[in-house]
């Protein structure tokens, strides 16, 4: 069946493989491949394994022999975040200006919040004080590379974006994120700038993950307007949750997916996802379902 390719949409996968798949990162699998596919777009696999110290020997295989067992077939060549430091070591450059050298230590950036008033992200984080946007201390090394982002009044202050499942938001950069890291202390490029790079890379349009993930979109896409890059449209979905409402990871106990069972985990994300399909006889059914019902919700007559 080779349906014509829709250029205007390219969609990702991007596991970060610190574990393998689980009912969480299969919720978030197969909204990104739904979406992709109800678009006849194209669906690309993308590995984020830049955080090493996460990173668990053999998870990237186990969770794309898994994503095949599902039936669930990427588009192109799977990218390796890992292999691709030279292009965030690139971006970075470009942000002259706009970086500083950052030599606090997060015993001394918890103490400073004590002194400032508390100030946290809305994901529990803290929000840096600003210790070192005009210089390191006296007798302070570098440590992490944090980028500034604008004061209350400058231009990008705050962030508008629709979501396509959660409709329009809106974030301020100054008071609900502050000054955050782009290379950490460890030596590692961080999460926002590995993404924002490799999204622009790879010509995503579409970017549709889990809700864990929306506190990110804000500095993403200020990201990709100091770079000069476009910025998808995005979709966050619901994220699955455990008895006490963390969020699957391993960490928080996820238990493995019955491979044994595709079908059955598939109908129980699919419900998850709130798709009404109460029976299919064949993964592939399952999917010709999942795609229908998928492209009814959210796909408009004119496609977008
Ligand atoms: N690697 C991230 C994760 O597994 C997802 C990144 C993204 O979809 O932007 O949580």
């Not at 109908?267 to 059914?285: G, K, M, T, V, Y």
């Amino acid at each position: 069946m080779a349906n014509k390719k829709n250029n205007n949409y390219t969609g990702r996968f991007a596991p970060s493989p610190s574990g393998p798949l689980h009912a969480g990162s299969l919720v978030a699998a197969m909204a990104s491949y739904l979406d992709a596919k109800s678009h006849d777009g194209s669906w690309l696999v993308r590995i984020e394994d830049i955080d090493e110290a996460r990173t668990v020997p053999g998870a990237a295989d186990a969770i794309t022999q898994a994503l095949s067992i599902f039936g669930m077939r990427h588009d192109g060549e799977i990218v390796v975040q890992s292999r691709r430091k030279s292009l965030y070591q690139a971006a970075f450059d470009r942000l002259a200006g706009h970086t500083y050298a950052c030599g606090c230590t997060r015993k001394e950036i918890a103490d400073s919040r004590l002194a400032t008033g508390l100030r946290f992200a809305a994901d529990g984080a803290a929000i840096y004080p600003g210790t070192c946007r005009n210089g390191l201390g006296v007798g302070k090394i570098a440590r992490a590379l944090r980028l500034r982002v604008p004061e209350i009044g400058e231009q990008n202050e705050s962030i508008t974006f629709d979501d396509r499942w959660l409709g329009p938001l809106t974030q301020h950069l100054a008071t609900e994120v502050g000054d955050f890291v782009l290379k950490r202390a460890d030596g590692f490029w961080a999460y926002q700038i590995a993404v924002v790079v490799d999204d622009a890379d790879q010509d995503i349009t579409h970017v549709v993950r889990g809700t864990d993930l929306l506190e990110s979109t804000g500095r993403q896409i200020y990201l990709q307007r100091l770079l000069g890059l476009p910025t998808p449209s995005y979709m966050h979905v619901p994220v699955v949750l455990n008895e006490v409402g963390e969020k699957l990871s391993k960490q928080t106990g996820a238990k493995a997916l019955d491979l044994d069972n595709p079908l059955s985990e598939l109908l129980r994300a699919a419900r998850f996802l709130q798709l009404n399909i109460d029976h299919a006889d064949s993964i592939a059914e399952f999917w010709q379902k999942a795609i229908a019902a998928w492209r009814q919700r959210f796909v408009g007559n004119d496609g977008k």
